[in-house]
């Protein structure tokens, strides 16, 4: 039997705020066990492929009740999710709200009259001083590959420690980690590598980080133009876009990291946003050096979305009492020593520091060809000799 199942939630409390970044989907009730008990040797690490149906697309109605520390319910409204299922909001803090400490979760909209649960939650409260690291996932953490046909499949059907780790980008994220930034990671992986993704994080110790996915379904939506059919290739959008919303969510952090990799946009994309916290031009002038690049390309509607959150951004670092701190970490694509970037960059380049980042050797499967090469046994004989 299928009920509404919470697929992804983030909630992250400031001092006028929380805000949330949800999304909910049909799905069938795997706890729905009877007797049965768990097989623990079938536990595995999930991959893509098992997440497909979360292409579907469903619309709900969201209940959150908020709860103090002595269980009182202070906080209660329904909000209605994009054709999607997926609720971007924030509620703002005001006195008889201020003290929520819980959430709680309710699907209301699937069967009337019928509020199903679907979890409960403690809003993230990033203490002062505050401090960021924001993270690429595919190439900076994972060497994933979708250049053929067989590398796509073999990305939704392996889980993703089936490809090479990249050992010096964990380390740096971890390490930071250790010195009080919290994860944020973002991918350009369809929306369904969620579990996969967050199973991989667990394996590595990165616990608490939240998770930025695109959804494709938004692509081949002829309603809506949030994402278009070129932001398949083109990333420049949505990792900007997914940058600005982070900083929205949280707050301008004091300290900020981003890591990525020299492959494709991700200097271009971490520039912008230095360039936006460093406030070197006005939002409209920053929105037409974005505009003229090609690693970003935007239509009318995502012009009006981008200059919107710049601006937005632009009046919550102006009331700050101090500069945010920035530092950019960018994986080599070969044996680069620099970086080119369009001049309108270059002034925020010595914020990058270039890093060598080999990958650790994936583990193998007994079928695959580069086992049918590793294991291959070379035949040895004696030489005679007279």
Not at 146 to 158: A, D, G, H
Not at 159 to 174: A, H, N, R
Not at 333 to 339: D, G, Q, V
């Amino acid at each position: 039997m299928k009920r509404p199942h919470l697929v992804h939630f983030l909630s992250i409390i400031t001092d006028e705020y929380i805000a949330i970044k949800a999304s909910v989907t049909m799905k069938e009730n795997s706890l729905a066990m009877g007797n049965n008990p768990v097989d623990l040797e079938k536990l595995a690490p999930s991959f893509p492929i098992q997440a497909f149906r979360l292409l579907n697309a469903y619309e709900f109605k969201l209940k959150i009740v908020g709860l103090d520390e002595n269980q009182n319910e202070i906080y209660k409204k329904v909000f209605d999710s994009d054709s999607y299922g997926n609720f971007n909001f924030k509620i703002p803090l005001r006195k008889e709200n201020e003290d929520v400490v819980i959430l709680q979760l309710y699907e209301i909209g699937k069967e009337p009259g019928l509020e199903i649960h679907l979890g409960t939650a403690i809003p993230l409260r990033i203490t002062d001083p505050k401090k960021i690291v924001i993270c690429d996932f595919d190439k900076t953490l994972v060497d994933t590959r979708y250049s053929t046909t067989r590398e796509v499949y073999n990305s939704l059907t392996k889980p993703l420690d089936s490809f090479p780790t990249l050992v010096k980008s964990v380390d740096i994220l971890q390490e930071v980690i250790r010195e009080g930034y919290h994860p944020f990671i973002l991918s350009a992986s369809p929306h369904f590598y969620e579990d996969a993704m967050r199973d991989w994080l667990y394996q590595n110790h990165i616990y608490t980080a939240g998770i930025f996915l695109k959804d494709y379904r938004k692509i081949f939506s002829f309603l809506e133009a949030d994402l278009t059919p070129k932001d398949l290739k083109i990333q420049g959008l949505y990792k900007l876009n997914h940058l600005l919303d982070i900083l929205l969510m949280t707050g301008i952090p004091r300290e900020l990291v981003l890591m990525g990799d020299n492959f494709e946009s991700d200097p271009i994309i971490y520039l912008t946003m230095a360039m936006v916290l460093k406030q070197d031009h006005e939002p409209w002038k920053l929105w037409k050096i974005v505009k003229s690049q090609d690693s970003f390309q935007l239509n009318k509607k995502q012009n009006s979305q981008f200059l919107n959150k710049i601006y937005q951004l632009n009046n919550m670092i102006s009331r700050l009492e101090y500069e945010p701190g920035l530092k950019i970490y960018i994986r080599k694509k070969a044996n680069e020593t620099e970086i080119k970037v369009p001049h309108a960059f270059e002034a925020r380049l010595p914020l990058i520091e270039l890093y060598d980042g080999e990958p650790l050797l994936a583990k193998q499967d007994p079928g695959s060809e580069e086992d049918d090469i590793t294991n291959a046994k070379v035949e040895t004989h004696p030489v005679e000799t007279n």
